[in-house]
């Protein structure tokens, strides 16, 4: 079992930065993917970037070039560096993973982009 606590959002200017990070509880942390989504309101839950054990990385098409994920093996966290925010990116970003057959999510942390 894996607890994931994602902490960074909050609101900026279009054009800014934030990073998210996603802490990880256990000792797994190094053998998992993460996954980042977001949800805006009224739409439906998205993939945003996911990053693999071996740190292969892989963006939806609306964040490449922009977004980056990453990972620290030695403090069991994940980060998605945002750079170049946009009003559309305004949602609530969730990390997950999955371990067998059993998903486990974050409470997800706002990010607020105004125009």
């Known amino acids: 079992q894996v607890q994931l606590v994602e902490s960074g959002g909050g609101l900026v200017q279009a054009g800014g930065s934030l990073r998210l990070s996603c802490a990880a509880s256990?000792?797994?942390?190094?053998?998992?993917?993460i996954d980042w989504y977001r949800q805006a309101p009224g739409k439906q839950r998205e993939l945003v970037a996911t990053?693999?054990?071996?740190?292969?990385?892989n963006y939806a098409d609306s964040v490449k070039g922009r977004f980056t994920i990453s990972r620290d093996n030695g403090k069991n966290t994940a980060y998605l560096q945002m750079n170049s925010l946009k009003p559309e990116d305004t949602a609530v970003y969730y990390c997950r993973t999955q371990i067998m057959s059993s998903e486990y999510w974050g409470q997800g942390t706002q990010v607020t982009v105004s125009s």
């Open positions: 256990g000792s797994i942390f190094r053998i998992i993917a």
């Open positions: 990053i693999t054990s071996r740190g292969n990385t």
